[in-house]
T-cell receptor, first 115, second 111 residues
């Protein structure tokens, strides 16, 4: 099976712009989670989507939003970019079997640089 | 909400020695604790996990222990090798796919 893919891999934007990142989960995985990774803060949970619905949300401002399509692909959008948004954005997909915990498979990440 | 602390932030060991990384969590409802390894420039990968109904789990050179009363769990790596050098993250979940990660431990195995 192909792994989790993310596009683009690298992105450079300027303050005030907006950006959209894409994540394609492993085939058959219906849950997609997004994380922000920075050197000082580790992995910070943004949100999780399952069957096109946001199930969980982390403590990020409303500038960060996402959605999931019927094929489980997910997009994350950040509006009005700030310098502090520079980070590696990781998505992870899970199979999700009811009643059990399921391994998260991470994508390679999108490195966003805000100038 | 859940808070996960992880110590140490950096750890250097000689090849062949053991390494121990400790995590504490705050939410007593947390019942699933995975550990991820992230090599430089690569994505995090699950290396071992433990559920709250188990006190210890082993997989070859790695093991994880859980103390629910004290709310802490630890990763043990024995006979360390250079390829064990990476950043290790612990995480906790009380259900679903909502994971809280620790800040990470950078392990360096010196030849």
């Amino acid at each position: 099976k192909a792994g989790v893919t993310q596009t683009p891999r690298y992105l450079i934007k300027t303050r005030g712009q907006q950006v959209t990142l894409s994540c394609s989960p492993i085939s058959g995985h219906r849950s997609v989670s997004w994380y922000q990774q920075t050197p000082g803060q580790g992995l910070q949970f943004l949100f999780e989507y399952f069957s096109e619905t946001q199930r969980n949300k982390g403590n990020f401002p409303g500038r960060f939003s996402g959605r999931q399509f019927s094929n489980s692909r997910s997009e994350m959008n950040v509006s009005t970019l700030e310098l502090g948004d520079s980070a590696l954005y990781l998505c992870a997909s899970s199979l999700v079997v009811s009643g059990s915990y399921n391994e998260q498979f991470f994508g390679p990440g999108t490195r966003l640089t805000v100038l | 909400g859940e808070n996960v602390e992880q110590h140490p932030s950096t750890l250097s060991v000689q090849e062949g020695d053991s390494a121990v990384i400790k995590c504490t969590y705050s939410d007593s409802a947390s019942n699933y604790f995975p550990w991820y390894k992230q090599e430089l420039g690569k994505r995090p990968q699950l290396i071992i996990d433990i559920r709250s109904n188990v006190g210890e789990k082993k997989d070859q050179r790695i093991a994880v222990t859980l103390n629910k009363t004290a709310k802490h769990f630890s990763l043990h790596i024995t006979e360390t090798q250079p390829e064990d050098s990476a950043v290790y993250f612990c995480a906790a979940s009380s259900g679903g796919q909502n994971f809280v990660f620790g800040p990470g431990t950078r392990l360096s195995v010196l030849p």
